[in-house]
């Protein structure tokens, strides 16, 4: 009994450190890599961004600011009183864009923890028990994969109303079909080793073997889809709120660049589409150089190139 239990403890050698320990791991190995070193940087920017937004930020959102002559500060170029210019309703571009990116973070990160959550539970369940409980779960996700993005955006929106609420929903609902499958795929394998016989032969129960044993044994894959998550979320979010179906009380960079449109603002006031335009891309950039160097948690042969 002894030598099943040592088998079983270095079976799960993950499942022995402290989860604590287990992320000050992960968090070395991305920043081990100079291009991980700046996805970080650029990611904890735009969440102290978020932060401190409603404290930095010169004017009110929405305000109509009018000039000392009183006419509307109506799509003026950037100057030292606008950084960022002004829209065709007087607001400050700055403004928005800094409040725009505590939508991005919240969606992102919302979307993404509940992607986590049912992709890896539906993945580990489906893979550990097989037979009619995989089949039932893999034809659910193949339903998901069916299902267009958009057109069961706008139904959700048309029961929940239009907000971030229901964006928030709708991606979680639908993207957490890919990480389920993968994760599946590695459980179909692990449920096999040596370890999981070790803690069955010790008396452990299923799903202690699922959650105790094979589940933090798939966590790098859970991380890798959550940094890929982030970037899928705020990409729909703006998409979505870039086709009107985001919450018009509060700034998103996909409503801002739905109102430059709208407005007719695409060419001849650039100053109010370039900067929502750099910051999704630099922050889906930002997830992009995390996942990458996350690889090596997947893969730890790219350590030796």
């Given at each position: 009994?002894?030598?099943?239990?040592?088998?079983?403890?270095?079976?799960?050698?993950?499942?022995?450190?402290?989860?604590?320990?287990?992320?000050?791991?992960?968090?070395?190995?991305?920043?081990?890599?100079?291009?991980?070193?700046?996805?970080?940087?650029?990611?904890?920017?735009?969440?102290?961004?978020?932060?401190i937004?409603?404290?930095?930020i010169?004017?009110?959102?929405?305000?109509?600011?009018?000039?000392?002559?009183?006419?509307?500060?109506?799509?003026?170029?950037?100057?030292?009183?606008?950084?960022?210019?002004?829209?065709?309703?007087?607001?400050?571009?700055?403004?928005?864009?800094?409040?725009?990116?505590?939508?991005?973070?919240?969606?992102?990160?919302?979307?993404?923890?509940?992607?986590?959550?049912?992709?890896?539970?539906?993945g580990?369940?489906?893979?550990?028990?097989?037979?009619?409980?995989?089949?039932?779960?893999?034809?659910?996700?193949?339903?998901?994969?069916?299902?267009p993005?958009?057109?069961?955006?706008?139904?959700?929106?048309?029961?929940?109303?239009?907000?971030?609420?229901?964006?928030?929903?709708?991606?979680s609902?639908?993207?957490?079909?890919?990480?389920?499958?993968?994760?599946?795929?590695?459980?179909?394998?692990?449920?096999?080793?040596?370890?999981?016989?070790?803690?069955?032969?010790?008396?452990?129960?299923?799903?202690?073997?699922?959650?105790?044993?094979?589940?933090?044994?798939?966590?790098?894959?859970?991380?890798?889809?959550?940094?890929?998550?982030?970037?899928?979320?705020?990409?729909?979010?703006?998409?979505?709120?870039?086709?009107g179906?985001?919450?018009?009380?509060?700034?998103?960079?996909?409503?801002?660049?739905?109102?430059?449109?709208?407005?007719?603002?695409?060419?001849?006031?650039?100053?109010?589409?370039?900067?929502?335009?750099?910051?999704?891309?630099?922050?889906?950039?930002?997830?992009?150089?995390?996942?990458?160097?996350?690889?090596?948690v997947?893969?730890?042969?790219?350590?030796?190139?």
């Open positions: 009994m002894n030598e099943v239990r040592r088998a079983e403890k270095l079976g799960s050698r993950v499942a022995k450190h402290p989860h604590w320990s287990f992320f000050l791991q992960q968090l070395r190995t991305i920043t081990s890599d100079s291009l991980g070193k700046v996805g970080v940087f650029l990611l904890l920017a735009f969440i102290l961004t978020a932060l937004a409603p404290y930095v010169p004017y009110s959102p929405f305000e109509h600011i009018s000039l000392s002559d009183g006419k509307l500060a109506r799509l003026l170029p950037p100057s030292r009183q606008f950084l960022f210019g002004t829209t065709s309703h007087g607001s400050d571009v700055f403004s928005q864009t800094l409040m725009g990116t505590r939508i991005a973070v919240l969606v992102g990160l919302l979307s993404t923890l509940f992607i986590a959550l049912i992709g890896t539970n539906i580990l369940i489906a893979g550990y028990f097989g037979g009619k409980i995989d089949n039932f779960l893999m034809r659910i996700t193949d339903v998901a994969y069916g299902i993005f958009l057109p069961f955006a706008m139904i959700l929106v048309s029961f929940m109303g239009v907000g971030t609420k229901s964006v928030i929903v709708a991606i609902l639908l993207l957490w079909r890919t990480s389920a499958r993968v994760i599946r795929s590695q459980v179909l394998s692990l449920k096999e080793r040596p370890f999981v016989w070790a803690a069955r032969a010790a008396g452990a129960g299923h799903w202690r073997i699922l959650y105790y044993h094979i589940a933090p044994n798939v966590l790098p894959l859970t991380f890798l889809y959550l940094a890929l998550g982030v970037g899928w979320a705020i990409v729909t979010e703006a998409s979505v709120s870039f086709l179906l985001g919450d018009p009380e509060v700034v998103s960079w996909g409503q801002m660049l739905y109102y430059a449109f709208t407005m007719g603002a695409m060419r001849r006031a650039w100053w109010w589409v370039l900067p929502p335009g750099i910051c999704i891309a630099l922050i889906v950039l930002a997830c992009f150089l995390v996942t990458r160097a996350y690889e090596e997947i893969n730890p042969r790219l350590r030796q190139r």
